[in-house]
T-cell receptor, first 111, second 112 residues
Framework: AQTVTQSQPEMSVQEAETVTLSCTYD???????LFWYKQPPSRQMILVIR??????QNATENRFSVNFQKAAKSFSLKISDSQLGDAAMYFC????????FGTGTSLTVIP | EADIYQTPRYLVIGTGKKITLECSQT?????MYWYQQDPGMELHLIHY???????EKGDLSSESTVSRIRTEHFPLTLESARPSHTSQYLC???????????FGPGTRLTVL
C-alpha cells in the first residue's frame, strides 16, 4: 500500500526564522512525484513545490526548498525567512499511479 | 491562479434538499477529482474521473454522485442532503494522474 505520513499535526515558527515540515511516504514504485501544497485559512489550495523522484537535486522555489531522501522515503519542506503569510495548512502529496495526500501540518507564524 | 471554478462558494440548505455543486475548468484537463475536507483536516477523495463518461468512487464512501459529460465540467450531486454532509468540498483537475493537481476555491456546505 502507498501512504503519505506527516507526523507533525502542528508547528510554529518565529517570523524570519526557518522551519522544516516532515513528510515520509511508502511505495514500491521507482518513478513518482512528490508535492507540497499550501492551504491558507479559507483560501485556495496552491502548489508550493514539486520534486521528481528521478532527480537527485532538491527542488527550490524562492524561500521554499525540499530535502528529498529517496532511500529513506523522506520529503521534508524547509521554509526560510518565514513570513506571516506562510501561516497555513501544508499537505505533502505523492503520486504514482494515484494521488495520495498526507494528513497535513498546521503552521503558525509568530510575529 | 489556476483556471478552475466552483459554485456556489457557500451554501446553507435544509435537510432533504437536492443540491448540485458545480466545478468547471478551462485548462482542458482530462483528470478531475472531488475531495471532502472538514476545516483544518485532511482531504478525502470521494470521486474522480479520468475523462468524459468515466467516473469512479474514491477512498471515502459518499452518498453523492458525479457525472462527466463534458471535459470541462464535473458536477457533484446530493439527492437528499443531511447534516452529516456538512463539510467543504474541493474540486481539482490535472493533466495526468502523476501531475500536480490544480484546486478550485471550494464549496462550504452546511446542512441544517
Amino acid at each position: 500500500a502507498q501512504t503519505v505520513t506527516q507526523s507533525q499535526p502542528e508547528m510554529s515558527v518565529q517570523e524570519a526564522e526557518t522551519v522544516t515540515l516532515s513528510c515520509t511516504y511508502d511505495t514500491s514504485e521507482s518513478d513518482y512525484y512528490l508535492f507540497w501544497y499550501k492551504q491558507p485559512p479559507s483560501r485556495q489550495m496552491i502548489l508550493v513545490i514539486r520534486q521528481e523522484a528521478y532527480k537527485q537535486q532538491n527542488a527550490t522555489e524562492n524561500r521554499f526548498s525540499v530535502n528529498f531522501q529517496k532511500a529513506a522515503k523522506s520529503f521534508s519542506l524547509k521554509i526560510s525567512d518565514s513570513q506571516l503569510g506562510d501561516a497555513a495548512m501544508y499537505f505533502c502529496a505523492f503520486t504514482g499511479n494515484q494521488f495520495y495526500f498526507g494528513t497535513g501540518t498546521s503552521l503558525t507564524v509568530i510575529p | 491562479e489556476a483556471d478552475i471554478y466552483q459554485t456556489p462558494r457557500y451554501l446553507v440548505i435544509g435537510t432533504g434538499k437536492k443540491i448540485t455543486l458545480e466545478c468547471s475548468q478551462t485548462m482542458g484537463h482530462d483528470k478531475m477529482y472531488w475531495y471532502q475536507q472538514d476545516p483544518g483536516m485532511e482531504l478525502h477523495l470521494i470521486h474522480y474521473s479520468y475523462g468524459v463518461n468515466s467516473t469512479e468512487k474514491g477512498d471515502l464512501s459518499s452518498e453523492s454522485t458525479v457525472s462527466r459529460i463534458r471535459t470541462e465540467h464535473f458536477p457533484l450531486t446530493l439527492e437528499s442532503a443531511r447534516p452529516s454532509h456538512t463539510s467543504q468540498y474541493l474540486c481539482a483537475s490535472s493533466v495526468a494522474v502523476w501531475n500536480e493537481q490544480f484546486f478550485g476555491p471550494g464549496t462550504r456546505l452546511t446542512v441544517l
